[in-house]
C-alpha cells in the first residue's frame, strides 16, 4: 500500500529548480523518506533520502516539515536529463531487520528546452 | 561495472511456459529484494533475503513464483505456468545489511508472456 501521494505530472524549465512535493501524512516517527528517480525502461537511482532534517547532496535538496507529514525535492537546476519519473518512498521496517520500500506512481517531470 | 546485475534483459515467453531470471547483486550486499513493476505504475515489492534466508514474502507472490538465493550471492527468480497478466519488469535490488542506507537497483527483466 502506497503511505505517499504525489502529483502526477509536473513540467519545468529548462535551468530553473524544480520542486517536486510529497505528502506522507502518516509517516511514522522512525520512518524515513527516500526518493528514487526512474528513467524510461531503467532501474529505479538512488536520489537522496532523510528522517528530519534537510538534506543536500550533489543531485538534489530534501526538504522535509517540521511534522514531517511532507517534503519537497528540489533538483536546483534542471537538465533535459532529469527528465524521469520521481518516487517519494517511505522505508518500512520489515519484520526481520529489512527494509522495504513502498512505491507509489510518482510525478512524471518533464523538462522543457 | 559493480552495480546489481540482472539478466537477462528482456524475456519473451508463451503462456504456460516456465522462465528463470537471476539477480547478481552488489558484492558483500547482504540484502537483496525483488520487485515487480507494472506499466504505468511503481515498482511492488515481491520478497527479500538476507543472506540466503527468504524473510519476507508479499501476498503478490502466488504459489508459481519461487525465489532462492542458494549461497547468499546471486539471486533466482522463477515464475511456472507464466500467464499474461505476469508480463512485466522485474527488478532486483540490494543493500548492505546495516546501517541507514538506499537500495540500489538493477536494469531489471522485461517479461512479456503472448
Known amino acids: 500500500d502506497a503511505k505517499t501521494t504525489q502529483p502526477p505530472s509536473m513540467d519545468c524549465a529548462e535551468g530553473r529548480a524544480a520542486n517536486l512535493p510529497c505528502n506522507h501524512s502518516?509517516?511514522?516517527?522512525?520512518?524515513?523518506v527516500y526518493w528514487y528517480r526512474q528513467i524510461h525502461s531503467q532501474g529505479p537511482q538512488y536520489i537522496i533520502h532523510?528522517?528530519?532534517n534537510n538534506e543536500t547532496n550533489e543531485m538534489a535538496s530534501l526538504i522535509i516539515t517540521e511534522d514531517r507529514k511532507s517534503s519537497t525535492l528540489i533538483l536546483p537546476h534542471a537538465t533535459l536529463r532529469d527528465t524521469a519519473v520521481y518516487y517519494c518512498?517511505?522505508?518500512?521496517?520489515?519484520?526481520?531487520?529489512?527494509?522495504?520500500?513502498?512505491f507509489g506512481t510518482g510525478t512524471s517531470l518533464t523538462v522543457i528546452p | 561495472d559493480t552495480g546489481v546485475s540482472q539478466d537477462p534483459r528482456h524475456k519473451i515467453t508463451k503462456r504456460g511456459q516456465n522462465v528463470t531470471f537471476r539477480c547478481d547483486p552488489i558484492?558483500?550486499?547482504?540484502?537483496l529484494y525483488w520487485y515487480r513493476q507494472t506499466l504505468g505504475q511503481g515498482p511492488e515489492f515481491l520478497t527479500y533475503?538476507?543472506?540466503?534466508?527468504?524473510?519476507?514474502k508479499s501476498r503478490l507472490l502466488s504459489d508459481r513464483f519461487s525465489a532462492e538465493r542458494p549461497k547468499g550471492s546471486f539471486s533466482t527468480l522463477e515464475i511456472q505456468r507464466t500467464e499474461q497478466g505476469d508480463s512485466a519488469m522485474y527488478l532486483c535490488?540490494?543493500?548492505?545489511?546495516?546501517?541507514?542506507?538506499?537500495?540500489?537497483f538493477g536494469q531489471g527483466t522485461r517479461l512479456t508472456v503472448v
Open positions: 535490488a540490494s543493500s548492505p545489511a546495516l546501517g541507514d542506507t538506499e537500495a540500489f
Open positions: 502518516t509517516i511514522s516517527g522512525n520512518e524515513y
Open positions: 532523510g528522517l528530519k
Open positions: 518512498i517511505v522505508r518500512v521496517a520489515l519484520s526481520n531487520t529489512g527494509n522495504q520500500f513502498y
Open positions: 558484492s558483500e550486499h547482504n540484502r
Open positions: 533475503f538476507q543472506n540466503e534466508a527468504q524473510l519476507e
